[in-house]
């Protein structure tokens, strides 16, 4: 009897667990296809020597105020004789023909609000760009830094495990590396690691590869490489298409939204959309992000406030998982919370689980 029962239990446990990696291999399939794996870029290397404090970010400056209409001068009055149809004209700095000085009154008397909104809208743009320009050209990229994640999740039941973002510079040159684990760390039972290498440049980050594997326990190791020149993208299935500005990747793309917040402080707020366009494993397309409310999070730093990030896009359209994050202000714009959907059920939540670790300045 006892051989037997312990046969069943062991049965039963050999069962579980390989029902368990099922499972974990649905919600983070191999959706983003296969592909010959070049030798990878060198990694650069990093000390991570201090934690990163919360500080108060500097203060959001406002837009410039709406420009007044320019006060015209009035002309001296029409001769007796003259009629109205004949009333001088005002001459403007050019040379070119004004109003008549009936209707110069009019416009010094006429309202702010009577502006044409086009005219203010170029005046504010023209005002804001050179600041948005100077801002961009002042801004220092963070040095180095860890970011470590407790993982939560749920697929036909409760999943559990660890995750990892690392941004690595060496002088003009970037890496991203995202690893992600479930199960015990010393022992995971599925393993996906990302990898972005590319350039940093006045507009951001410039990927120009992108590599992706995922190793789960019975099964043969899955990579992907995507390759992005300067003017096309190379997926893994072949297809090669045009890059269009501004392009990111799966990896890159929270970087870059940290760059943008940090040099456009002034889009964290609610209602307005940020489009990146992303090169995906088997296509490249504008995904829209929608800045929605401020909330706080509680993590080991205490109470911080975090502005949640979504796209507008469904989960699991095209079979693309889409990924919420939520940045803090006073964590130099860094993610302190990501939420990656496969479905409106499925998902696996990754909460900052200590204070992100930096090198020292410049590395």
């Known amino acids: ?135 961009a050209a002042a801004f220092e990229w963070p040095p180095s830094t860890r970011l470590s994640y407790r993982l939560t999740g749920h697929y036909r039941g409760p999943v559990e495990g660890q995750a990892q973002v690392e941004w690595l510079r060496a002088g003009a040159r970037y890496q991203v590396f995202m690893d992600l684990s479930i199960g015990p760390a010393f022992a995971p039972l599925m393993r996906r690691r990302a990898a972005s290498e590319g350039e940093i440049t006045p507009e951001g980050l410039h990927p120009r590869r992108y590599d992706e594997e995922t190793r789960i326990v019975l099964r043969d190791p899955r990579r992907l490489v995507i390759v992005m020149d300067e003017d096309r993208v190379h997926l893994p299935g072949g297809s090669v298409l045009p890059r269009p500005p501004g392009l990111q990747d799966s990896a890159s793309q929270f970087v870059q939204l940290t760059w943008l917040f940090t040099t456009q402080p002034a889009l964290l707020q609610q209602g307005v959309a940020i489009d990146l366009p992303l090169a995906l494993p088997r296509r490249v397309q504008t995904w829209t992000y929608d800045v929605l409310e401020e909330q706080i999070l509680y993590t080991p730093a205490g109470a911080v406030p975090a502005w949640h990030v979504k796209p507008r896009r469904e989960p699991g359209v095209g079979g693309d998982l889409t990924a919420e994050v939520w940045v803090a202000p006073s964590l130099q714009y860094l993610p302190v919370r990501m939420l990656i959907r496969q479905d409106a059920e499925n998902h696996l939540d990754l909460q900052l689980e200590r204070l992100p670790l930096q090198a020292e300045r410049g590395r």
């Open 1 to 135: 009897m006892l051989p037997t029962r312990w046969h069943r239990l062991a049965a039963l446990a050999v069962g579980v667990t390989l029902a368990h990696l099922w499972l974990i291999g649905e919600i983070l399939p191999d959706r983003l296809g296969e592909g010959a794996v070049e030798t990878r870029p060198r990694r650069i290397e990093v000390a991570f020597v201090r934690e990163l404090q919360p500080v108060a970010p500097p203060p959001v400056v406002a837009p410039p105020p709406r420009p007044r209409p320019r006060a015209v001068s009035p002309a001296p009055p029409p001769e007796p004789a003259a009629s109205a149809a004949t009333a001088p004209e005002i001459g403007t700095a050019d040379g070119a023909t004004a109003a008549t000085a009936e209707d110069a009154a009019e416009t010094v008397a006429q309202p702010v609000t009577d502006t044409p909104a086009e005219t203010v809208t170029e005046v504010v743009e023209a005002a804001v760009e050179p600041a948005v320009a100077a801002s």
